[in-house]
């Protein structure tokens, strides 16, 4: 039962437009969501997240939007650097009060900026 | 920032002997400690999740007595792969939750033979 899905497992986008990578859920307690940029043989690294009191988060060329009534979330990066170029997890967590929740991720999504 | 220094990087072992994957808080102090395993092109699969000082919850499927979770101290977590076999060859990262939120390890590249 998947639970966050990333139903692109690729993109390819022209250095200088805009990325845009989605991802969807299905459980309501999920409230907060983050994005991870993963090149291979590492461990993810933190880009952006977002809570579920929030529908937009933005730092420098990372947005992230939520729609909750859709259960959907999507990173746009702007303008796309070839060193955007990775796979990016989402995943979401519903936390609670006095630690951390574990993370769900989603499968990922291949991003390739190209010249 | 926080920053979770993993150990080996990656490690090839014979079929039947045990690995130790040690995961280490530089930092920060991780009061809960995540052990998630990614095989290639696939998602990272959380295998268990534990509390310093108490027992490692482990995810459906997960076997408890094969891959043995410590986490003795704030700063230290290790994960023990029993009796390695082939199967088990993959990629396991750890993930500390403190104060700086999620801090993902480098991982670690199994391989069994």
Redesign the interface.
Known sequence: DQQVKQNSPSLSVQEGRISILNCDYTNSMFDYF?W?KKYP??????LI?ISSIKDKNEDGRFTVFLNKSAKHLSLHIVPSQPGDSAVY?CAASAAFSG??N???????TRLAVHP | GAVVSQHPSWVICKSGTSVKIECRSLDFQATTMFWYRQFPKQSLMLMATSNEGSKATYEQGVEKDKFLINHASLTLSTLTVTSAHPEDSSFYICSGGGNYGYTFGSGTRLTVV
């Open positions: 983050l991870y043989a590492e461990g993810p690294t933190f997240s997890f630690g951390y574990k993370l769900i991720f989603g499968a990922g």
